[in-house]
């Protein structure tokens, strides 16, 4: 049964907004939720990380509501150099980590 | 800032070879990973380590080793290379739950 659920991809463009929301309905209670970003040829790069509430960072903000069965990553103002794979991961501390399918993000000009 | 740094980017090996991929991590983390990454199949991990020594199985374990003899290095091991592992290799360390990963070893096997 896979943790996590993402959507497969979406699009936006230049200067908007991107909110990707990741479904984790069996999140134990310690577990973490960390997003990573990933650039073709290159090794995934954590973005942000939360336990519930929201985490603002330079990049990124992250959205946990109370039950913690979802999270949204939030991305700010994109940009061409924003397209990536993002994944969505949730782990307790010291375990192995699990990658699902992640979600592409295409930023158009 | 932390570095994982992967012996090769490059690597292009026989049927049959034994092939060593080495990982080296310089903020003294006591957990290593190693994925593979296909199109498609996203990240899978292939073997991990707690700590010198140790080494647990990933989900695809089959055909590869692995060797933790000091905290900062992760040997991957193919004991004899097949054209199926052909793939891209990311090492990861970790710190608490936040992992590092080098650039990545594209390992073609012909």
């Known amino acids: 049964l896979a943790k996590t659920t993402q959507p497969i991809s979406m699009d936006s463009y230049e200067g908007q907004e991107v909110n990707i929301t990741c479904s984790h309905n069996?999140?134990?209670?310690?577990?973490?939720i960390t997003w990573y970003q990933q650039f073709p040829s290159q090794g995934p790069r954590f973005i942000i990380q939360?336990?519930?509430t929201k985490v603002t960072n330079e990049v990124a903000s992250l959205f946990i509501p109370a039950d913690r069965k979802s999270s949204t990553l939030s991305l700010p103002r994109v940009s061409l150099s924003d397209t990536a794979v993002y994944y969505c991961?949730?782990?307790?501390?010291?375990?192995?980590?699990?990658f699902g399918g992640g979600t592409r993000v295409l930023v158009k000009p | 800032d932390v570095k994982v740094t992967q012996s090769s980017r490059y690597l292009v090996k026989r049927t049959g070879e034994k092939v060593f991929l080495e990982c080296v991590q310089d903020m003294d983390h006591e957990n290593m990973f190693w994925y593979r990454q296909d199109p498609g199949l996203g990240l899978r991990l292939i073997y991990f380590s707690y700590d010198v020594k140790m080494k647990e199985k990933g989900d695809i374990p089959e055909g590869y080793s692995v060797s933790r003899e000091k905290k900062e290095r992760f040997s991957l091991i193919l004991e004899s290379a097949s054209t199926n592992q052909t793939s891209m290799y990311l090492c990861a360390s970790f710190r608490v739950t936040e992992a590092f990963f080098g650039q990545g070893t594209r390992l073609t096997v012909v």
């Open positions: 991961l949730v782990e307790a501390a010291g375990n192995k980590l699990t």
């Open positions: 069996n999140i134990a209670t310690n577990d973490y």
């Open positions: 939360g336990y519930k």
